[in-house]
């Protein structure tokens, strides 16, 4: 199984888990949930899982907003808070993501022939310009203490490496327009806490 | 400019006669040629209502493989990619099958596949078929994906499709229709284009494995589509595209032309040239004498019209013949007097009696609404075989595929081809 069928049972499960808040419930509830997740990300509608639908609509997520979906899952599953630090992190990581999107996207729209996705072919000469770019950006997090985040780009990385998705181009490995979608949710969402200044809930159980 | 490494040049096995270099003003040195051995077949049967998108490509054994859609409609769930086979020895088309639907490339590519669409087909040096076609999840053909499938017993059975991914955004909107070619390390040159906010032409480099190696945009902005390229050395070729932007001062829209000098790293700025085009598909092939000849609807407005064009050693094309022209009736004309047309020209088709019938019933079944009809010839997709012979296929009133073989001479006995035998 490929990373990118793995990607949309992902996006399957953490939209369940969100829409049932499966973090706040009970741990014996919580397993029914995933329970729940598992049979209906198999069952097939119309002879195709569910996910498989999703991955018609939004293809192959990149390898870092996999990383983050499973994260969540994990941490929705345990019932695991993020630390304040944590937090911060992602907030950095969702920050450098919206900068390269926001100058790369429109790239791929054509209105000029600069093209910096072909650059993400281990083939074309300047490749590693995109390599370097987010090699660049990976420094820049572990600078600001998030190794976290850091990594996170490390792996990504890493599995274009051993050819993890479908896709034999760089970028498709780092961003996605979903981790673009997800990144501005986060941001304003934490923006809008910040604004309403409550003070912090202490969990039990803090860890990623 | 840096000359390209050997395995990044194009693969070309002629050279093209040199360019008349000297000032514009200077009368042209046209060649005539004469088009002759011309023969029309229909290769598609009854089994879709309507067929579009045909695409051909000559078999190492020697025989010719066609590939197109048919469906009930355009963007029907029961759209398939057909095949079919023509045999050098009885100078037929065999029954087409059909090859590939949206059900097994949804079970294949493992995602939910909603309709098919535009298919081209080439064989690489190491005799495998290779097939790439277009296909839609959800919404229109902007949204479209390219996938790949291929053939090791020269398309009698095809292997498992593989989805290209092609574009960051969501791979969205990436299209074939242009001749795929082959660099010189075997690697398969295929022109695509995107048609989502904008409308682009790009040269994909696919590996034989179905890798994408790298793309270069070949255009830019949102009127040029459906590139066609023509190889005339290791590191030159000239691309014609399909033009869907406004009409110039003088009413006119025409096809563009853009040109690489590096194996295609970069193409330059596209041009007009003198042929019209009314945002339809064109073709490029190769000339031993002439360097390359093109088939266009050369008109402002619809497709009523398919001509053959050579190109000059002025840089300027001129017609050499005309396959279908209805110019007289470029107008909608009433259902009896498009019967009577289309009955007339049926008539010199190698098919049945019955199926001649058949053939203009559809055409009336999809082309007239309210008793008015309309002519349509398109999409075409001409190859050169390894004799020098011209293999033309193209859509015939969205109700056939039609496959027109003919030689291109020159005029000038001396310069003749030779043909040792006619397809």
């Known amino acids: ?208 | 400019m840096l000359t390209p490494a050997p395995s990044h040049q194009f693969s070309v096995k002629h050279q093209d006669p040199p360019l008349d270099s000297s000032p514009t003003h200077t009368v042209p040195n046209v060649t005539p040629n004469v088009i002759s051995n011309l023969v029309s077949r229909v290769i598609n049967d009854d089994s879709a209502r309507l067929v579009h998108a045909p695409a051909i490509t000559q078999l190492n054994t020697g025989g010719l493989i066609a590939t197109w859609w048919g469906g009930s409609r355009e963007g029907g769930k029961d759209v398939k990619v057909y095949t079919s086979f023509f045999n050098p020895d009885s100078l037929t088309w065999d029954a087409p099958i059909a090859a590939l639907t949206a059900k097994n490339t949804q079970e294949q590519t493992l995602r939910y596949i909603r309709k098919l669409g535009n298919v081209v087909i080439t064989q690489d040096p190491e005799g495998t078929l290779h097939l790439f076609y277009v296909s839609v999840s959800f919404g229109g053909w902007a949204a479209s994906a390219i996938n790949w499938s291929t053939s090791f017993d020269e398309g009698q059975t095809w292997s498992a499709s593989k989805r290209l991914i092609t574009s960051p955004f969501l791979n969205l909107s990436t299209l074939v229709k242009g001749t795929p070619f082959f660099y010189a390390d075997g690697s398969i040159g295929l022109p695509v284009y995107h048609e989502f906010a904008g409308k682009f032409a790009e040269l994909l480099h696919v590996s034989t494995r179905g890798e994408v190696l790298t793309k270069t945009r070949m255009s830019k902005g949102k009127y040029s589509l459906q590139p066609v390229v023509h190889v005339s050395s290791p590191t030159n070729a000239l691309a014609l595209m399909r033009y869907a932007g406004p009409r110039d001062p003088y009413g006119n829209k025409k096809v563009l032309q853009t040109t690489t000098q590096d194996a295609g790293a970069h193409w330059s700025e596209p041009t007009f040239i003198n042929i019209k085009n009314p945002n339809s598909a064109v073709a490029l092939a190769h000339h031993n004498t002439l360097g390359k000849i093109g088939v266009f609807n050369d008109t402002n407005r619809d497709r009523y019209r398919l001509k053959l064009y050579q190109y000059n050693p002025d840089q300027r094309w001129s017609a050499v013949h005309s396959f279908e022209d209805k110019t007289p009736q470029a107008l909608k004309v009433p259902q009896n007097y498009y019967e009577k047309t289309l009955s007339y020209d049926v008539s010199q088709f190698i098919v049945s009696k019955e199926r001649k019938s058949r053939i203009v019933s559809r055409a009336i079944e999809n082309m007239c609404e309210n008793n008015q009809c309309e002519f349509q010839y398109d999409y075409p997709y001409l190859i050169q075989d390894k004799r020098g012979q011209y293999h033309l296929v193209y859509t015939w009133n969205k109700s056939a595929i039609k496959h027109i073989s003919f030689t291109l001479n020159s005029a000038n006995p001396a310069s003749t081809l030779t043909t040792d035998k006619n397809l």
């Open chain 1, 1 to 208: 199984m490929s990373a990118g069928i793995i990607s949309s049972f992902l996006v399957w499960a953490a939209l369940l888990a969100f829409i049932f808040r499966i973090k706040n419930r009970p741990p014996r509830v919580r397993i029914l949930i995933v329970v729940g997740i598992i049979i209906s990300g198999l069952i097939p509608l119309s002879g195709l899982p569910i996910p498989l639908y999703i991955r018609a609509g939004i293809g192959d997520l990149s390898i870092v907003t996999q990383l983050l979906l499973s994260i969540y899952l994990i941490n929705s599953l345990a019932g695991i808070y993020s630390t304040p630090a944590r937090k911060v992190a992602y907030q950095q990581l969702c920050i450098f993501m919206l900068i390269t999107g926001l100058w790369f996207y429109p790239t791929t729209l054509g209105l000029t022939y600069f093209d910096p996705y072909r650059f993400g072919y281990i083939t074309d000469s300047m490749h590693w310009l995109i390599l370097g770019y987010f090699f660049f950006g990976a420094i820049i997090l572990l600078l600001l203490q998030s190794s976290w985040t850091s990594g996170i780009l490390c792996i990504a990385t890493l599995s274009f490496c051993v050819n993890s998705l479908e896709s034999t181009n760089y970028w498709d490995h780092m961003i996605d327009p979903i981790l673009m979608i997800g990144s501005i949710i986060f941001l304003m969402s934490s923006f809008i806490g910040q604004l309403k200044k409550k003070p912090e809930k202490k969990h039990p159980r803090q860890s990623f």
